[in-house]
Antibody
């Protein structure tokens, strides 16, 4: 059974940093692109970043470029999102999602809440 | 402001057929396939339709998708109370803003 479990969310002050993790199981993690997608309270979905199977390609939405870094450790079946210079508008539930070419975002984690507030 | 445009709300009575539209541009829907996601209250999104009109195993055939030009639609026939949820369209975007774009979401109410 495919499982994605996020962790690392919490309350952080504006300008602060946080590192999210996503533990994957039930599939060959190293064979898939992976993404982070976020959802601000009461709002819609927003794709944040993705990373190629071997980590050689990474893409970001404009609003997080230069502040967020996506990475992965295939040996640990884990996906990460390092978030720096956090802003109030980054407050959201962050989901990790598997991204097979033919069926994008076919599995999602349960999400982890990041709250940026003083 | 989402790159893909969806109506904020839709509604229908049990047994009815409802459709939800998703409008984009030549850089996303016009040149790439569309995917749809269902998000039940308090849960993570779930893939509902991929490649414009394909259903993952386990998704009832009451759900169907279509695409024409720079627009796409999700149709739900035989509406049921458990279909009350938020629905999102998504597509790859060839512009520099980022690979994936989502619609703003449509809240479906079953009256």
């Amino acid at each position: 059974e495919v499982q994605l479990v996020e962790s690392g969310g919490g309350l952080v002050q504006p300008g602060g940093s946080l590192r999210l993790s996503c533990a994957a199981s039930g599939f060959t993690f190293s064979s898939y692109w992976m993404s982070w997608v976020r959802q601000a309270p009461g709002k819609g979905l927003e794709w944040v970043a993705n990373i190629k199977q071997d980590g050689s390609e990474k893409y970001y939405v404009d609003s997080v470029k230069g502040r967020f870094t996506i990475s992965r450790d295939n040996a640990k079946n884990s996906l990460y999102l390092q978030m720096n210079s956090l802003r109030a508008e980054d407050t959201a539930v962050y989901y990790c999602a598997r991204e097979p070419t033919e069926r994008p975002f076919d599995y999602w984690g349960q999400g982890t809440l990041v709250t940026v507030s003083s | 402001q989402s790159v893909l445009t969806q109506p904020p709300s839709a509604s229908g009575t049990p047994g009815q057929r409802v459709t939800i539209s998703c409008s984009g541009s030549s850089s996303n829907i016009g040149s790439n396939t569309v995917n749809w996601y269902q998000q039940l209250p308090g849960t993570a999104p779930k893939l509902l339709i991929y490649s414009n009109n394909q259903r993952p195993s386990g998704v009832p055939d009451r759900f169907s998708g279509s695409k024409s030009g720079t627009s796409a639609s999700l149709a739900i026939s035989g509406l049921q109370s458990e279909d009350e949820a938020d629905y999102y369209c998504a597509a790859w975007d060839d512009s520099l803003n980022g690979p994936w774009v989502f619609g703003g979401g449509t809240k479906l109410t079953v009256l």
